[in-house]
C-alpha cells in the first residue's frame, strides 16, 4: 500500500497525539465504513450493511472488458482488459477493473489501440532466478503500470506446480517446488499489491494441464495435495496475501473447482482462514449453487452459459436456498479486499512510468533467469578472439520468442513478429507466435562490433550446416512454442530443429544451442553440442540478456525450477491424459505420484534426470564449507558460500531435507542468491518451514512434525550433495 494511503489515517491521529478530543474529531470526519482508522474487515462489514439487494448482487458478476466487432461496446466505466466489475456510484465504491497477468500488462485484442507494456521474462524464468527480492521488483513494476492505465486488478500470481512437463502453461508458473514457487508468487503478489492493486493467486487448484482443460478432473489423495500444489498456494497466500483466489477450469476430485465446497470452503477459507474473495476464472462457473461452495464472484461472465450470480442468485435468495447472509459474506468479502489495497481512501493514483527503469528490471530477471546447461567445451563466455559466428534458426533475427493465452504481453515496441499457427478450436484462438522486439542477432553484433555475424534462418538443415561449416562458432535458436489451452504433445523440439541441429553440429562441433521453451525438452544431441543455455521466454530485453550470456557480460545464474528429464517416460503419465477424447468428455487426471512432483519422484524412483532440479552453471565456481544445523522445532541450516573462482557471479545455494526421522525423501527446504566476488566468502542462513519437514495428516487435518534426526544437505541442486549434517526435531502437531 502507497505511504499516502496507508498512512494517512495514521499520520492524522498521529500528530495530534495525546489528545483526546483530536482523536474524536479525526474519527468524526470520517463516520462508519468511511473511517479509515478502522480495519479493512470492519469497514466492509459496515459497508455491506448500507448496499441494496441488488447493490451487492452486482458485485458479484462482471463481464469481460473486452468489444467484438458488431457487439456492444465496453461497459460504461471500464478498462478495456480481461474483465470488469461495475462499483456503487451511489457509495462511491469503485469498479473494479482487472486485467491480466503475471508477465505484464496484456492488451487483448488490442482493445486499448497501440498500447504496449514492458514484458517480464516468464514466470518460469523468474523461477529460474531463485531470487525472491527480484520477484517481489518485478511485481512493484507491473502494479505500477497496471495503476498507470487505471486497472486496480491484477489477475497475476500462477502458482500451479508443473507437474506435467507438458502443460501449455507451465510458462506462467514457476516450476515444479511448493517452497520455491509459493515464496516467488508470494513476493510478486506483495509487490504488486504495495502499488495499492488487488491481485489474484491463481488456478486454484491442480489446473496442471491444459488438454480437457474444462472437462479434466484432478485426482489426487488429500495429503499429497495439502503437500504440493495446496502447500504451493498457501505459502504464496500468506506472504503476498492477496486479495482474491482465482479458481480454475478443472475439477478436483469430483468437483468443479469453483464450485468446489471442500477445497473453497473447508481448506481456504476454512482451514487457513482466507479473508479474500473467491473468482471464477473466465468460462468457469456451471451453476447458482456455487455460491454455497465458496465462490464469490463470477468473472467474464459472458462465457458462461449464464449469468449464474445475476438474476438466478436473486431468485435462490428469495426462495430461501442460498442464505441472504452467504450473500452478503460475497460482497463483504471483496469490499474488504478493496479497503485492504486503498481503493477507497483518495483518487487512483497513476504513477507515471519510467519505461528505461521498467525495462531494466525486465532485463535483470532475464539476466539472472537464463540457466547455462551445458559447456563441456568451455566455449562460452564466447572468447574475444572469435572471428565469425553464424546464427541460426528461431526467429533471432527478429526478436525473442514468447508464450501465448491471456498472459501475452505487447511488448514495449510492439510485437517485432507475428507467425500464425493455425488451427482449429483453441489453437485458432491463441495461435500466433509473437515475438519481442528484442533480436538476439542485433544484441550480439553490438557487443561483438568486430566480429563478423551472419544469420541463417535455419530452414533448411544444409544450407545452416553450410552456414556453420564456414564460422568459428555456431549459435542455434530452438524454439518449443507453448500456449494456453494447448499441450506440447511430447518433449522433443518442434519443426524438425533436432535434425536441424544434429545438422549443424555435423558441420562444426563448435555449435551452442539457445533454447527458447516453456519448459524441458530432450536432447538427443546434447553430446555432440559444445554448449547450451535455457532462455525460457526471456522478455524484451531477452536478445540483450542472452548476447549478455553468452558473451560473459552477465555471469549466468539461473537454476532449474523444473527437472529436465532423459525421457517422457521417467514422468508417472506418459500419455497426456485426455489427448484426443471427444469434446466435453471427462476425464480423470491422476496424480498419482501425490506430493512427489519432479525431483522429488525422481530421488524416491532413483532415476537420473537429463538436468536435475536447481541445476545451473556459471563462469566462476562456488563451494560450500562450514555447514551447521540448528534442530528444535523446525530447522535453522547456516553454512559458508565461497567463490573460488576467477570471476564475480551469483550462486543460488539450495538446502534440502534427505531423510526426516528415518524416512529418506528429498524436499527443498531453503534457498538464497548471493553474488560474491572472486574469493569472497559469505554465510547463508535458512530457517526450514516446519510444514515442509513434516507430512498431513487427514483424519487429525493437521501437519504431524515426527520427532527424531533430520539429514539436511547442502549443494548446487537436487542432484549433488555437497555437505550434509543432521540435527534432532522435536515431535509436533501444526494447524493445517
Ligand atoms: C485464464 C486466466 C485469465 C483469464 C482472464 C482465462 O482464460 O485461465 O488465467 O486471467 O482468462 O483473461
Redesign the pocket.
Known amino acids: 500500500m502507497s505511504m499516502n494511503r496507508a498512512l494517512k489515517p495514521v499520520l492524522a491521529v498521529g500528530l495530534c497525539a495525546g489528545s483526546l478530543l483530536c482523536y474524536a474529531v479525526t474519527a468524526q470526519a470520517a463516520e462508519g465504513w468511511r473511517n479509515p482508522s478502522l480495519s479493512p474487515d470492519e469497514r466492509a462489514r459496515l459497508l455491506v450493511q448500507e448496499l441494496t439487494l441488488d447493490e451487492r448482487i452486482g458485485l458479484l458478476h462482471g463481464p469481460m472488458a473486452l468489444s467484438f466487432p458488431g457487439g456492444p461496446p465496453l461497459p460504461a466505466g471500464s478498462v478495456g482488459g ?2 470488469f466489475i461495475p462499483g456503487v456510484p451511489r457509495l462511491g465504491i469503485p469498479a473494479l477493473t482487472e486485467t ?2 503475471s508477465l505484464g500488462i496484456t492488451n487483448p485484442g488490442n482493445v486499448r489501440p497501440g498500447d504496449t507494456a514492458t514484458a517480464l521474462p516468464a514466470s518460469i524464468a523468474l523461477a529460474a532466478s531463485f531470487n525472491a527480492p527480484l520477484a517481489y521488483q518485478g511485481g512493484v513494476m507491473i502494479g505500477r503500470e497496471a495503476a498507470a492505465r487505471g486497472f486496480n486488478v491484477l ?1 497475476a500470481g500462477g502458482a500451479n506446480l508443473a507437474r506435467d512437463p507438458r502443460n501449455g502453461r507451465n510458462f506462467e508458473y514457476l516450476g515444479e517446488d511448493p517452497l520455491l514457487a509459493g515464496v516467488l508468487a508470494g513476493e510478486s503478489i506483495r509487490g504488486i499489491q504495495d502499488q495499492n492493486i488487488i491481485s489474484t493467486v ?2 486454484f487448484s491442480l489446473n496442471g494441464q491444459e488438454t480437457g482443460r474444462f472437462h479434466a478432473n484432478s485426482v489426487i489423495d488429500e495429503a499429497a495435495h495439502r503437500e504440493s500444489d495446496l502447500l504451493a498456494f498457501q505459502i504464496a497466500i500468506e506472504r503476498g496475501q492477496p486479495g482474491s483466489v ?1 479458481c480454475a ?1 478443472n475439477l478436483v476430485n469430483g468437483a468443479y473447482s469453483c464450485g468446489n465446497d471442500h477445497l473453497l470452503n473447508k481448506v481456504l477459507k476454512g482451514d487457513w482462514g482466507y479473508k479474500g474473495w473467491v473468482m471464477s ?2 468460462g468457469a462457473v456451471h451453476a447458482t449453487d456455487y455460491a454455497l461452495k465458496g465462490l464469490d464472484q463470477q468473472s ?1 461472465e459472458q462465457l458462461d452459459e449464464q449469468v449464474w450470480f445475476g438474476e438466478p442468485l436473486k431468485q435462490a435468495v428469495a426462495a430461501g436456498t442460498i442464505p441472504e447472509t452467504r450473500l452478503s459474506d460475497m460482497a463483504q468479502r471483496i469490499l474488504r479486499s478493496m479497503f485492504a489495497a486503498g481503493l477507497f481512501d483518495g483518487k487512483p493514483v497513476k504513477p507515471e512510468i519510467d519505461a528505461a527503469a521498467h525495462a531494466a528490471i525486465a532485463k535483470q530477471v532475464a539476466d539472472e533467469g537464463i540457466v547455462l546447461l551445458a559447456n563441456a567445451k568451455g566455449l562460452l563466455p564466447l572468447s574475444p578472439a572469435v572471428r565469425t559466428i553464424a546464427v541460426i534458426g528461431g526467429h533471432a533475427d527478429s526478436g525473442v520468442l514468447s508464450g501465448a493465452g ?1 498472459s501475452q504481453v505487447t511488448a514495449t515496441g510492439g510485437n517485432a513478429r507475428v507467425v500464425p499457427v493455425g488451427g482449429e478450436g483453441p489453437q485458432a484462438m491463441w495461435g500466433r507466435q509473437v515475438f519481442h522486439p528484442s533480436s538476439p542477432l542485433k544484441a550480439l553484433r553490438a557487443v561483438l562490433p568486430d566480429a563478423s555475424i551472419t544469420f541463417n534462418d535455419g530452414r533448411y538443415p544444409a544450407a545452416a550446416a553450410a552456414a556453420a561449416a564456414q564460422a568459428d562458432i555456431a549459435i542455434i535458436f530452438a524454439n518449443q512454442w507453448m500456449a ?1 489451452a494447448l499441450d506440447a504433445y511430447d518433449l522433443s523440439l518442434p519443426q524438425g530443429q533436432d535434425a536441424l541441429i544434429d545438422a549443424v553440429t555435423a558441420a562444426n562441433p563448435n555449435s551452442i544451442v539457445v533454447l527458447q521453451t516453456g519448459g524441458p525438452v530432450l536432447m538427443p544431441w546434447l553430446d555432440k553440442v559444445g554448449g547450451v543455455i535455457a532462455a525460457w521466454y526471456s522478455g524484451q530485453k531477452g536478445g540483450e540478456a542472452i548476447a549478455d550470456v553468452l558473451t560473459g557480460r552477465v555471469n549466468p545464474s539461473g537454476r532449474l525450477p523444473q527437472t529436465f528429464p532423459a525421457s517422457l517416460d521417467q514422468f508417472p503419465r506418459a500419455d497426456l491424459p485426455g489427448w484426443g477424447l471427444p469434446a466435453k468428455q471427462q476425464f480423470d487426471v491422476v496424480y498419482d505420484e501425490g506430493a512427489d512432483v519432479g525431483y522429488r519422484l525422481f530421488a524416491a524412483r532413483d532415476m537420473k534426470p537429463l538436468f536435475p532440479f536447481g541445476h545451473g552453471l556459471s563462469y566462476t565456481s562456488f563451494a560450500y564449507d562450514k555447514l551447521r544445523v540448528r534442530g528444535g522445532d523446525t530447522l535453522t541450516v547456516s553454512f559458508e558460500v565461497s567463490n573460488t573462482g576467477a570471476v564475480a557471479g551469483k550462486d543460488a545455494p539450495q538446502v534440502y531435507l534427505a531423510d526426516a526421522a528415518g524416512t529418506p525423501l528429498r524436499r527443498l527446504i531453503g534457498f538464497d542468491k548471493v553474488e560474491l566476488a572472486p574469493g569472497e566468502h559469505r554465510t547463508v542462513t535458512v530457517k526450514a518451514d516446519p510444514r515442509l519437514l513434516g507430512h498431513f495428516d487427514e483424519a487429525a487435518n493437521k501437519w504431524q512434525i515426527k520427532g527424531g534426526s533430520y539429514t539436511v544437505v547442502v549443494g548446487p541442486s537436487a542432484g549433488v550433495d555437497s555437505l550434509s549434517a543432521k540435527a534432532r526435531v522435536r515431535a509436533q502437531r501444526l494447524k493445517p
Do not use: I
Open positions: 480481461a474483465g491480466d497477468a489477475l491463481k488456478h482465482m477450469y476464472d473466465w467474464g491471456s494456453e
